[in-house]
């Protein structure tokens, strides 16, 4: 018998709308969800660190960053995943989606939960095979989106999980705008894109 985690796991991988079903079932609160996600984050963070720490790579901003403060990496992870959840819940009610912020964050948790595996498992083919881990890191960037579509689509009863996509990378666009204005007027330099 295959553990439920396991098939969990793999039906995340191939089904994630099916998958998120199974996760909204799930007797889970609020806080414990947070503490899933944040868990899973804290791991990330400190898998990052331990490779740089064994592999420094030199000229990598992000890596260096995380090694010289990871408790503010992870601050910034957790915020990431704070107003992904948010964005979730009320941008898919304002498009007559059902679902809650309680749903929301179990299924933003479980695949914080999913990314980090995804990173353990990048982490173990960057010692073996480097060449495949790069593949794994895109595979796992087009994997997220394409399950945040779907999880968002089962949790507020979307049925077409390519509008939902559409309307994450409309929303995502609007953040980041939205956030470079509020930083401008802040006086915080934007960081120019290479």
């Known amino acids: 018998m295959v553990p439920p985690y396991r098939r969990l796991v793999v039906e995340s991988l191939t089904l994630p709308k099916s998958a998120a079903r199974r996760i909204l079932g799930a007797p889970l609160s609020s806080g414990q969800a947070l503490s899933v996600g944040v868990v899973a984050i804290i791991s990330s963070t400190l898998a990052v660190v331990f490779l740089q720490l064994l592999w420094p790579m030199p000229g990598n901003p992000l890596a260096d960053a995380l090694l010289a403060a990871p408790l ?110 509020l930083m401008t007027m802040l006086g915080v330099p934007v960081p120019e894109i290479q």
């Open 72 to 181: 503010l990496a992870v601050a910034l992870q957790v915020s990431v995943f704070l107003v992904t959840t948010a964005l979730v819940a009320r941008v898919g009610r304002a498009f007559g989606g059902e679902g809650d912020y309680r749903g929301a964050i179990n299924l933003v948790a479980w695949l914080q939960v999913m990314l980090t595996l995804a990173q353990f498992a990048q982490l173990a083919l960057l010692l073996i095979l480097p060449v495949f881990a790069a593949l794994l890191n895109l595979a796992t960037v087009f994997w997220y989106f394409w399950a945040l579509a779907s999880v968002t689509a089962a949790l507020h009863g979307f049925g077409n999980v390519l509008k939902v996509l559409g309307m994450i990378f409309i929303t995502m666009i609007a953040v980041l705008f939205l956030t470079a204005i």
